[in-house]
């Protein structure tokens, strides 16, 4: 099973601001990546998928990068309703998640 | 619109068994496959099991394989979880999720709200 390490765990930021989220995986995934917003009482919802494409209806500013074991979601600036927590998600075998990536208002 | 609507949840003791069902609206439901998703309360996502748009194909998670059935009505525009031999750990929120393309590509463009399964004596 590949194992996903999302860090950092909480990401404390003010609304404008950057964010940059960490996902690491046990052995190589390729490109075949995804991240989810998930906010409480909510459905996730598909952000990014294999690696960097953008899903449908979401922002320019969520933007993700990376490849083989190592990727990187970015928030260029902080809207308020992107305070939620992240996860990713590979699919190179089986499907796992990641332990999730909180980013909360400081 | 695409629509999944998950039903069938509860508080149900160890052991026993539980069907959670999804409807599905607003996409050709046939062409796509689905997929069950659960979140245990305070844990993150973790994938149960998924299912071909013919039903050919059918995974599971380690945790519930022998123990989870998935199934589909493409008639009925329905996905469904068996879920026999229930463990505390089984407690969690499920969600019903439908692949992102209709080549079967796992990841999940739409989600249900869940249906809530708590397991407890």
């Known amino acids: 099973e590949i194992v996903l390490t999302q860090s950092p765990a909480t990401l404390s930021l003010s609304p404008g601001e950057r964010a940059t989220l960490s996902c690491r995986a046990s052995?190589?995934?390729?490109?075949?990546l995804a991240w989810y917003q998930k906010k409480p009482g909510q459905a996730p919802r598909l952000l990014i998928y294999?690696?960097?494409n953008r899903a449908t209806g979401i922002p320019a500013r969520f933007s993700g990068s990376g490849s083989g074991t190592d990727f990187t979601l970015t928030i260029s600036s902080l809207e308020p309703e992107d305070f939620a927590v992240y996860y990713c998600?590979?699919?190179?075998?089986?499907?796992?998640f990641g332990g999730g990536t909180k980013v909360e208002i400081k | 619109e695409v629509q999944l609507v998950e039903s069938g949840g509860g508080l149900v003791q160890p052991g026993r068994s539980l069907r959670l069902s999804c409807a599905a609206s607003?996409?050709?439901?046939?062409?796509?496959?689905m997929h069950w998703v659960r979140q245990a309360p305070g844990k993150g996502l973790e994938w149960v099991s998924g299912?071909?748009?013919?039903?050919?194909?059918?995974d599971y998670a380690d945790a519930v394989k022998g123990r989870f059935t998935i199934s589909r009505d493409n008639a009925k525009n329905s996905l469904y979880l068996q879920m026999n031999n229930l463990r505390d750990e089984d407690t969690a929120l499920y969600y019903c999720?439908?692949?992102?393309?209709?080549?079967?590509?796992?990841?999940?463009?739409?989600w249900g709200q869940g249906t809530l399964v708590t397991v407890s004596s």
């Open positions: 299912i071909s748009w013919k039903s050919g194909s059918k």
């Open positions: 999720a439908k692949s992102h393309t209709n080549s079967g590509t796992r990841y999940f463009d739409h």
């Open positions: 607003g996409f050709t439901f046939d062409d796509y496959a």
């Open positions: 998600q590979q699919r190179t075998n089986w499907l796992t």
């Open positions: 052995q190589s995934v390729s490109n075949y």
């Open positions: 294999d690696t960097s």
